[in-house]
């Protein structure tokens, strides 16, 4: 093991702790997104409903989100 690359592996394990916690804790959220999804399927780039929750969860999460973008609605 090269000199700092044990120190690089433990903050890999301490980085993945905290993404696997932050996913725990917002378990139900993701749940019910993944099956409004699924029970409203919607066609290649006419994915208004999905997108819709989508921007809306991660707003209420706290994040930015541009939408729409790229020249897309969806």
Do not use: N, S
């Not at 690359?5 to 917002?26: F, I, M, Q, S, Y």
């Not at 706290?62 to 897309?72: D, R």
């Amino acid at each position: 093991m090269r000199e700092g690359e044990g120190a690089g592996l433990a903050l890999l394990e301490t980085l993945k702790t905290a993404v696997c916690d932050a996913v725990d804790a917002r378990r139900d959220t993701l749940l019910h997104v993944a099956h409004e999804i699924h029970a409203h399927p919607e066609l290649a780039f006419e994915e208004h409903r999905a997108a819709a929750l989508l921007v809306a969860t991660l707003r209420d999460a706290g994040l930015a989100v541009e939408a729409p973008a790229y020249g897309l609605a969806t």
